[in-house]
């Protein structure tokens, strides 16, 4: 498909783009490769610039050429169409800035000034700087009433932290222009858990505690630390990983139906979700969570060091890299219902998932051996391959089967189904909103800090506990005591059916 099939960019309604970060790996891996694709596509306005800023010393062109290698090693062949990239690369420029400092900001002011675009700033830096940049910003009159920043995750690593990060921001920026990035929920498969939801009564009428028994979620990674050690000795898997996606997760699976789509609807129903998460107590900490920390094993085949063997690691560390949850939602449409999250790093594959387990028929007539098959399923996967798939049984054909079940899948898979559509990244789609000021799929102040206090009461339980984490080999699913967690309830992880 060429470009002008697509169609060229629109006029009108564009933006000034200034990426702080521009030479890191989120830049180089995802916005710049997002941005691409949005030009290409015909829905980058052909007014939008875009100014990336960082501390090494490069002229525009050279930056130009940076990007652009870094687009080849990230697109595929037939995406990287010579008009399309030509456009793209000319909208680029470049200053060095020291984000800390005060004095080089004039330059953003003077990129933008006598534009009638909006500046919008996407801050692809450490958390600490963004209190610094804002004020800088404002400082050398850079920002209208406009003007936007986007920001990314992690937000803190505490309440308190996170409190004052958004402190310092808010003294800038209004909540209604700040855009908290979680990339989970810019996922064609999230959007569409909001569909699936809300447009289809099938499942409107059955989505709570008298029809679903219990709900699991699992983000499991293949990798290791990649060379983040230090960063992520301090943040951890609860941290990095529950925080944030895997909280928003839980939220837009329970939350109640929205008055509609508008951005603060959606958002007060999830901040009703965190508010309702059941909390912590020494009773149930040793029974509800499991913390694990990976040892030497192997993955696909390869031999990996354990965590206390990474490069730069501290041999006394205990933090954990694997976490598994129970939980609930203490309201009336989850009362009763466990909700099991897990984690980790070092996993046997790289998966994302949601899994909605249905309640058994009151009445069972079938086989009896057959009584643990007989309970519907609801699988949402995000990643690798994005899709639904929806388990029913159905009699066994055969004249010798008799009545036996078998079990089998109603599948919705994105790539099967939508051969000739590219389905885009997460990115490309908050990009967009970000370029439309909306902020349905951004994360408002409130869910952070719920999300925070939840979590933190569970740091400062293991902390008074001051037990190590429990060790698994890598490849495998994470400590044998996650398996007993909810082998205890008579329930399996989905892998283990």
């Not at 290409?40 to 501390?55: N, S, V």
């Not at 330059?107 to 675009?117: C, E, F, K, L, T």
């Not at 932290?161 to 402190?167: K, L, P, T």
């Not at 149930?284 to 965590?307: C, E, K, M, S």
Request: hydrophobic share 40%.
């Amino acid at each position: 498909m060429t470009q002008q099939t697509r169609g060229m960019p629109t006029a009108g309604d564009g933006i000034d783009l200034a990426i702080f970060g521009a030479m890191g790996d989120l830049a180089r891996r995802k916005l710049f490769p997002a941005l691409y694709h949005l030009d290409r596509e015909g829905l980058l306005p052909a007014d939008t610039r875009l100014l990336g800023l960082a501390r090494r010393e490069l002229d525009a062109a050279a930056f130009r050429e940076e990007i652009e290698q870094a687009l080849a090693r990230q697109l595929r062949a037939e995406e990287q169409e010579r008009e399309a990239m030509a456009r793209f690369l000319a909208r680029l420029d470049y200053r060095r800035l020291d984000f800390a400092l005060p004095e080089g900001y004039a330059q953003i002011a003077d990129w933008h000034r006598g534009s009638s675009r909006p500046l919008v700033v996407y801050l692809s830096v450490a958390a600490r700087l963004y209190g610094d940049i804002c004020r800088h910003l404002e400082a050398a009159g850079c920002l209208d009433e406009r003007a936007r920043v986007v920001v990314e995750k992690p937000i803190g690593h505490d309440l308190a932290s996170s409190a004052a990060i958004n402190d310092a921001i808010g003294a800038v920026f209004p909540e209604s222009r700040i855009y908290r990035i979680d990339h989970y929920l810019g996922k064609e498969t999230v959007q569409n858990l909001i569909a699936l939801r809300f447009a289809n009564p099938l499942f409107g009428t059955q989505w709570n505690q008298n029809h679903i028994s219990h709900v699991e979620i699992t983000v499991a990674e293949q990798v290791g630390i990649e060379g983040r050690w230090g960063y992520f000795d301090e943040a951890g898997q609860l941290r990095d990983m529950v925080q944030n996606h895997l909280l928003q997760l839980v939220c837009l699976i329970a939350m109640d139906p929205p008055a509609n789509l508008d951005a603060d609807a959606i958002r007060d129903e999830k901040v009703k979700v965190l508010r309702a998460l059941r909390p912590f107590t020494e009773e149930r900490l040793g029974r509800d969570v499991v913390r694990g920390q990976y040892i030497t094993g192997t993955v696909h085949g390869q031999a990996v060091p354990g965590y206390l063997e990474e490069e730069g690691a501290n041999p006394g560390s205990h933090t954990e890299t694997f976490v598994a949850i129970r939980t609930g939602v203490e309201n009336w449409r989850w009362a009763g219902v466990p909700f099991y999250l897990r984690t980790g790093k070092r996993m046997p594959e790289k998966l994302s998932q949601i899994v909605i387990h249905f309640r058994q028929q009151p009445h069972y007539i079938f086989d009896p051996d057959q009584r643990d098959l007989a309970a519907n399923k609801l699988v949402i996967r995000l990643q690798p391959e994005e899709g639904i798939m929806l388990e029913v049984l159905t009699k066994d054909s055969g004249l010798d089967k008799g009545m036996r079940l078998r079990r089998g899948p109603l599948q919705l898979d994105f790539n099967s189904a939508f051969p000739k559509t590219r389905i885009p990244d997460a990115y490309e789609r908050l990009l967009l909103e970000v370029m439309k000021g909306r902020q349905y799929l951004f994360v408002r102040r409130d869910e952070v800090e719920h999300a925070w206090r939840w979590c933190d009461s569970l740091v400062a339980a293991w902390s008074e506990r001051a037990e190590p984490p429990r060790r698994y080999p890598a490849g495998s699913w994470g400590p044998v005591a996650s398996i007993a967690m909810i082998t205890q309830d008579g329930r399996s992880w989905y892998e283990d059916y």
